[in-house]
């Protein structure tokens, strides 16, 4: 039977934030906009943790293997500083890599900021869980997730949430079913094939 909820961990990656030095913005603005954007109930496991990347590595395997989530989201650590090993943590973990999400993540970011090249957010597959690194800025998370939209509200670039629901419905089983996650279309419209798509 479908799971009637998702379950989704938000890892929120920075050394200043988890020693208390300043105040996290990653998990709290990521919650936001979840609550804005799914129409599927969803719980979340949320982890504030330094840059390092054997803990790093610990709490996705975790969150897959113990918590079962569907779908993790992870905030900084994707830049080129030597403490920025998000990315090299998220590829150790996984079973199948899927550069789509970061090629689109930094085609979004190109239309405000040259220094998006320098970004290296990756996206990735760990058993039936979507793993994706997203930026560190709320702002920039918000635009890569719904994308960019001109006055009207007209989509004039994707963003990477539209792919998320119908990931997961490739990732089912007979045996381990996965929740159909549905999407408040004046946020961001989820996109499925017709053969994909369930009535409400």
Sequence with gaps: MVKQFIKIGLVSI?????QGVYEDKGIPSLQIWLKQALVTPFELVARLIPDDQEE???TLIDLVDSEGCSLILTTGGTGPALRDVTPEATL??????MPGFG??????????????I???????????????NLPGQPKAI?????????ESGNVLVHGIFAAVPYCLDLLATPNLPMPYLETHPEVVK?????SAIKPT
Excluded: N, W, Y
């Design 103 to 116: 090629e689109q993540m930094r085609q979004i970011s190109l239309q405000f900021v040259p220094t998006a």
């Design 14 to 18: 920075s050394d200043r934030a988890s």
């Design 190 to 194: 989820a996109f499925r094939p017709k």
């Design 142 to 150: 918000q635009e890569t997730l719904e994308g960019l939209k001109d």
């Design 92 to 97: 150790a973990v996984a079973d199948k890599e």
């Design 56 to 58: 790093i590595e610990h």
């Design 118 to 132: 320098l970004s290296r957010q990756v996206a990735v597959i760990r058993k039936q869980c979507l793993i994706i």
